[in-house]
């Protein structure tokens, strides 16, 4: 067993399985730290999730595109962040209980639509890997990092460019003002409920794209509650990382390695009750919470309704 | 002619708020108008479903215990949430201290079954009740201490009481029958009928639902006519306002919790002594609380978070919840429509709480 416990192929899985694991947690958390750092909470991810997720899989069943399918996931998605913007922003609804809504809306709509249109589990042959030249032929590194199928690559490539979007771009200025100070922002012309429509939206089609990350690329396959609260694991891992991009990525990491770790533990036969495995990335995101929610500071306004001449 | 002024303006008033206390209602019309759209979709007769669910909710007396039935978990959750939310804490932990305190109760009921019911049913349920309060209150304490916001902490302990659950049905408490037959299904064994409570013969209602509606009375009579109730409600209002006035705001915003949880908890209790007798799990957290945990906060919202008003929203969702299974026998569709509904009903519900503030604001202007 120690052998086993040692041995580089293994190893080798458990890492390539916690990158490929952290691709949907990666959208998700980009998505919604954009709609946070605008002064949004979404907590509705979990059901945008499910919509894009089947959206991606019904469309690629019936016509064998996987790109369609992509995009008709992302509009799924960005049309549910619309949605929640027009609560959230527009009738400034109480922004917890629409998600929580959006969420319930989503769990049934994805599973009516499966129950009526699919009826049984199917699959789909999804995004084939593609082995980067060279890179991946590196040792160790090269199976790890450099052959995943594109969508893996994209949540990658989505950390810098969030980033860059959010910090040295106008637009990311005026996200940033909004969810800081919508008074000011507002005072300076900027329009707060189109930020937040924008943020909010793109949001969606991220939260959107995670989904069909799941049923086209990672698992190939569409059932009954696929994302089994993915989506709120997401927005914890917002809070993780600290409302910054590189922040998502540490924590989107950290939880599917953790995941991929429980995995292995069991796969070779480490004696500890799979449910307690299972548990394990839960109990670590509370724990980090726990040791991080007094430093980090979230946007001023997050999840206050702007009204001008209020306050 | 000063008097018949006083008294018109008295009048419209009164029409005036019923009218706006009603919004739900609309909200919910609107809900279903939609449904029927996304029915149409699906090729199914709007008419025909709706009458369905209707008479499956309603139809037989028989069908309107079933609705109680369904009903009394909500209303135990809906009151947690009514003191949580009031209190200006956003506890989405329903299903999480729901599995707490039928855990707790299961385990109870289990090693104790030689006990005369009048001990053993009052200890199972003070049981539950303990452990939703725990369980609500861990995320109580990281929320006042840690300044861990409660909606991730109560999300992330619904993921945790769901694997425990799993692990003690599938180890420590498994029906030692399913042990020897080598089936290993994880549940436990039927709980002795001393702990069952007494029933409405020959119906499937318990005593547990006249239990949850005369909680209903104490937590009203709690958050209006007590100081406790009064400095949780003053919390949730303006926290900057109840720290000025000398009020320990994190320590209220942790009672609310650990009472929400409390509340959730006993409403587990109820549900394995009432109903199951015993304890099941399909793995996730709703195949033993049917999604109770999320839809009980949809009824507290409902009845406006308030006690009473929990009562009635809690019964209409159960309705809808039963009425869905013969909706889906009559038109053949997926009860999960009834869980897209009730997104929906929350949505609209929220949404439409914009028109009641614009007219408290128009008031305001007014006075």
């Known amino acids: ?311 | 002619m000063h008097k018949g002024v006083a008294r018109g303006t008295r009048f419209r008033p009164f029409i005036g708020s019923l009218f706006w206390a009603l919004t739900p209602l609309y909200a919910t019309v609107l809900a279903l108008l939609v449904g029927a759209v996304m029915l149409l979709l699906l090729g199914v007769n709007p008419l025909q479903a709706y009458s369905a669910m209707v008479s499956g909710a309603f139809g037989s007396s028989n069908a309107l215990a079933d609705t109680l039935v369904k009903a009394t978990p909500l209303l135990f959750v809906g009151l947690g949430i009514c003191i949580a939310f009031r209190g200006g804490v956003l506890n989405i932990g329903g299903e999480g201290q729901l599995v707490a305190g039928a855990v707790a109760a299961t385990a109870v009921a289990l090693s104790l079954s030689h006990w005369p019911g009048w001990a053993i049913i009052p200890l199972c349920l003070t049981v539950g009740f303990l452990a939703g309060a725990i369980w609500g209150g861990i995320a109580g304490v990281l929320k006042a201490y840690l300044n861990v916001n409660e909606i991730l902490s109560t999300i992330m302990l619904n993921m945790i009481a769901v694997q425990g659950m799993n692990f003690l049905l599938r180890g420590p408490l498994m029906d030692p029958m399913q042990v020897e037959a080598g089936s290993f299904i994880p549940q436990t064994a039927r709980f002795s009928v001393t702990t069952d409570l007494p029933r409405l013969v020959p119906t499937r209602l318990h005593a547990g639902t006249a239990l949850a509606v005369l909680l209903a009375v104490l937590v009203y009579i709690f958050l209006w006519r007590t100081t406790i109730g009064y400095r949780i409600r003053a919390v949730g209002l303006n926290p900057d306002a109840s720290r000025a006035a000398g009020i320990n705001v994190e320590r209220y915003m942790m009672l609310s919790l650990i009472l929400g949880g409390a509340l959730a908890g006993l409403g587990g209790a109820v549900q394995v002594l009432g109903l199951h007798h015993r304890m099941f799990t399909d793995g996730s957290a709703t195949g033993f609380t049917g999604g109770a945990g999320f839809n009980g906060i949809v009824a507290a919202l409902f009845g406006k978070l308030h006690p009473l008003g929990t009562i009635p929203a809690s019964i209409l969702f159960g309705a809808l919840i039963v009425g869905a299974n013969q909706m889906q026998r009559a038109v053949q569709v997926p009860s999960s429509f009834i869980t897209a509904l009730n997104g929906l009903v929350v949505v609209f519900v929220v949404g439409s709480d914009i028109l009641s503030r614009r007219r408290a604001r128009r008031a305001v202007g007014q006075a």
């Open chain 1, 1 to 311: 067993m120690i052998a086993q416990l040692f041995s580089l192929t293994t190893l080798i899985g458990v890492l390539t399985a916690g990158i490929r694991l952290a691709t949907p947690y990666l959208y998700a958390t980009i998505g919604e730290t954009l709609g946070q750092r605008s002064g949004l909470v979404n907590l509705g991810v979990d059901g945008i999730m499910l919509m894009g997720a089947y959206a991606a899989f019904f469309v690629t069943f019936k016509t064998g595109n996987l790109v369609l399918g992509l995009l008709v996931a992302t509009m799924v998605g960005g049309l549910l962040g619309l949605v929640m913007a027009f609560f959230s922003v527009t009738l400034r609804a109480e922004q917890g209980i629409t998600g929580i809504g959006v969420y319930l809306f989503g769990l049934g709509m994805s599973n009516l639509l499966f129950r009526k249109t699919l009826g049984t589990v199917e699959t789909v042959s999804g995004f084939p890997p593609i082995h980067i030249p060279f890179l991946s032929d590196i040792p160790v590194l090269g199976p790890i990092f450099f052959s995943h199928n594109i969508l893996v690559y994209g949540a990658f490539a989505l950390v810098p460019v969030s980033w860059f979007l959010l910090n040295k771009t106008t637009l990311g200025l005026k996200i940033r003002a909004v969810g800081d100070n919508p008074k000011a922002a507002d005072s300076l012309g900027v329009s707060v409920a189109g930020v937040r429509y924008f943020t909010e939206i793109v949001g969606g089609m991220l939260e959107g794209i995670a989904g069909a990350s799941l049923s086209i690329a990672l698992l190939n396959v569409f059932q009954e509650n696929l994302t089994s609260g993915m989506g709120f694991i997401a927005v914890a891992l917002v809070y993780f990382g600290g409302w910054r991009s590189v922040g998502a990525l540490a924590g989107a990491i950290l939880f599917s390695m953790v995941n991929a770790l429980q995995l292995w533990l069991q796969v070779i036969g480490i004696r500890i009750p799979p449910d307690f495995a299972i548990m394990m990335p839960y109990v670590l995101t509370i724990v980090v919470l726990a040791f991080t929610a007094q430093r980090v500071r979230a946007p001023a306004a997050l999840s206050k309704p702007f009204e001008r001449g209020e306050g």
